[in-house]
């Protein structure tokens, strides 16, 4: 039984890609910060109590800023692959927390990697460093590749941009089987709330059943190549499991304004908007409602511009071509924007239905 090692297993991704190697028969070992309340709900379906017979799933406490602990774990597990997914990963908040970023995200992979080095397991544990398109930053080609100069715009990006050359330097000195997958933007419906796509289903979702009046968003132009985590953990294990280590963009080769996923949001459940006015004054109001399960009167203003979400520098376009994966390794995305779209906005309003039963509850009393 093969054995994996996953930090950022409560994030997005890690909790994707725990549940999927559970399926494919691995021993799963999460490390999760502690926290003052339990922040597992993303992983709470796959959790095993100690007392059960046959643990595949085991959570270990741990932080990338911490190396003695780091050490320790993986000493304990002699895992045979490790992925390295924890990060302080939100773009806006690393203009506010630059050396804390800097420290989880570079320094973070320089010590699972020395890690490995130092415990003499170069030989035997592979590394998935989970690299990232805001590398590319201003970008220098549409759309990018494995070749394509990077040109990093913010804290978190240039912390990634040192993690993704340690990672190239140690295969190179060490001939360690270290590889950076670099993955575009890929979402889900546990996406983290304050990413732009989830702040968006979210918002439409509560709006629709009545709970918030407006979304207030920063950009409205900038463009992202949108994936569904799902099929891009899948991408991550197929890279670990190839004979060479090498790097690979993934990436669904399709990109969309942030403006056009607001529309594509309300669509799906039957409300159509329109955007109006330019820069900080633009707005979006509905225009049709075809819905009568979440009836809201034409004219109504449901975005509005706030310039306190605007970054200090942006990235206006990511457009990444997968070209190496689909012909070496054969992934593709299965999800298409539009099954993206769905599959977030119905969840959310599955969670803001609940929520307003809550509230209905409450206000009874
Ligand atoms: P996420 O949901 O924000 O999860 C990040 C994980 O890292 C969480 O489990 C978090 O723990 C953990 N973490 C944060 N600081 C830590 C520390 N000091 N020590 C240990 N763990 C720490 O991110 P994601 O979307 O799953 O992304 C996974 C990885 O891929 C990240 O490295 C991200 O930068 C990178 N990436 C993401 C995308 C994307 O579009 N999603 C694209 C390219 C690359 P808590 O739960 O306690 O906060
Ligand atoms: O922003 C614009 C914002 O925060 C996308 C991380 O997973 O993907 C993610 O980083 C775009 C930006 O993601 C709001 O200015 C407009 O242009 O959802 P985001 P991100 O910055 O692309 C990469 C690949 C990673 O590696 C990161 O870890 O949307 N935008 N209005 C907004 N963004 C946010 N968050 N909130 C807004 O209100």
């Not at 398109?133 to 080609?141: A, D, H, I, K, M």
Request: a neutral charge.
């Amino acid at each position: 039984m093969k054995k994996a090692l996953i930090t950022g297993v409560t994030g997005q991704d890690g909790a994707y890609l725990a549940e999927f190697l559970i399926k494919r028969d691995y021993e799963v070992h999460g490390i999760k910060r502690r926290s003052s309340l339990i922040n597992t709900s993303r992983i709470d379906h796959i959790y095993q109590d100690l007392q059960e017979e046959n643990i595949r799933f085991k959570l270990h406490y741990g932080d990338l800023t911490d190396s003695s602990t780091i050490i320790r774990i993986i000493q304990e597990i002699q895992p045979d692959e490790i992925y390295n997914l924890g990060a302080m990963s939100h773009v806006q908040v690393s203009f506010d927390n630059p050396e804390y970023t800097t420290d989880v995200n570079a320094m973070g992979t320089l010590r699972v990697l020395e890690a490995v080095r130092i415990l003499g397991l170069t030989k035997k544990t592979k590394i998935y460093q989970a690299s990232t398109s805001e590398l590319y930053g201003w970008v220098q080609e549409v759309p990018q590749n494995e070749r394509t100069p990077f040109y990093p715009r913010s804290p978190y990006a240039v912390s990634k941009l040192y993690a993704y050359w340690i990672t190239v330097n140690y295969r190179e000195a060490y001939k360690m089987f270290a590889v950076n997958g670099i993955l575009f933007n890929h979402e889900s419906p546990t996406r983290g709330e304050t990413f732009v796509t989830r702040k968006i289903t979210m918002g439409v979702a509560r709006i629709a059943l009545g709970l918030q009046e407006k979304i207030y968003l920063g950009n409205l132009d900038a463009q992202r190549d949108w994936g569904h985590a799902k099929d891009y953990i899948e991408a991550m294990w197929l890279i670990m499991q190839q004979k060479r280590p090498e790097d690979f963009v993934i990436a669904t080769g399709v990109t969309t304004k942030i403006r056009d996923f607001v529309e594509m949001s309300f669509s799906e459940i039957g409300i159509e908007i329109e955007f109006f006015g330019m820069g900080v004054d633009e707005k979006a109001r509905v225009t049709n409602c075809n819905n009568p399960d979440f009836y809201i009167e034409p004219g109504k203003e449901v975005v509005a511009v706030d310039a306190r979400y605007f970054r200090p520098t942006e990235v206006d376009l990511l457009l990444g071509n997968p070209e190496k994966v689909k012909s070496k390794i054969g992934w593709y995305p299965k999800n298409r924007l539009q099954d993206l779209v769905k599959d977030m906005v119905w969840s959310d309003i599955k969670a803001a239905t609940k929520e307003q039963h809550i509230r209905g509850n409450i206000a009874g009393y």
